[in-house]
């Protein structure tokens, strides 16, 4: 929570190494939390961001609930702004129920301090869960992240909260990214589908379950004293 924290700097003697860490190696949790920056900070490997001291979860994890985090910086488009977030057991970065305009930029997710050697984090590079409007990347220069040898695909958008129009919205601005770009690199999105629902209907009467009961989901509209009415939704 809070307005305007900074963590890290843009100078090597404002770099934290957060790493071994049992759970996440960074957490903005619920809010209101508002333009803070996190910038070149070396999360989840060693002090020269050459090898895995992984926290066990994500590197970066973001969530609110309430959609009240907004106006934050993962990184920056200068060199000195760029956070390694890699070799951490989770996602490196993870947007859950956060607010709009949130940036991450300017990074290397799952390489080594060159950008070269694979330091993949366990899961996805970055994943936005029922989180609008934010961007990973840019089209000016410096804006780019290097997303790279994560276990679990590039960036991870969850499509079992949200609408249509949201995540269309995400798959629009990394295709206007991309397609700025010169140096021929491309990105991997994994685009996390909803599986079927069951849907259980009103009862008809409360049914009181004993040992031995056999109580039948039945996909029908009229359902008996012992049936309970069942749809399945796509």
């Known amino acids: 929570a809070g307005n305007g924290h900074l963590i890290g700097g843009t100078t090597a003697a404002a770099r934290n190494v957060i790493s071994g860490n049992g759970a996440q190696g ?23 961001g050459t090898a895995d001291l992984g926290n066990l979860s994500d590197g970066i994890f973001m969530l609110s609930g309430i ?19 890699s070799a951490n057991g989770g996602v490196g970065v993870e947007f859950l129920t956060v607010g709009t305009s949130n940036l991450v930029q300017g990074n290397f997710i799952g390489t080594d301090v060159t950008g070269a050697i694979d330091l ?15 961007t990973v990347g840019g089209t000016v220069p410096g804006a780019g992240n290097v ?12 499509s079992s909260h949200g609408t249509p129009e949201i995540r269309e919205s995400w798959i629009r601005r990394l295709h206007q990214v991309l ?18 629902r069951i849907r259980v209907g009103a009862l008809a009467e ?11 989901f039945a996909p029908v509209e009229t359902c ?7 749809g399945w939704v796509a």
């Not at 936005?128 to 409007?133: H, V």
């Open 67 to 85: 959609t009240n985090i907004m106006n934050c910086t993962v990184g920056g488009t200068t060199a000195g702004a760029r956070n390694i977030i």
């Open 179 to 196: 397609a700025s770009r010169t140096d021929g690199r491309s990105c991997a999105v994994l685009v996390d589908l909803r599986g079927p």
């Open 224 to 230: 008996a004293a012992d049936e309970i009415l069942t």
């Open 206 to 216: 409360p049914i009181t379950l004993m040992a031995g009961s056999t109580v039948t």
């Open 26 to 48: 960074l957490q903005v949790l619920l809010g209101p939390a508002l333009n803070h920056l996190i910038q070149g900070n070396f999360i989840g490997t060693n002090a020269e």
């Open 120 to 134: 993949g984090n366990d899961l996805s590079g970055v994943a936005l869960t029922e989180a609008a409007n934010n």
């Open 147 to 158: 997303i790279s040898g994560n276990g679990n695909g590039g960036v991870r958008i969850n």
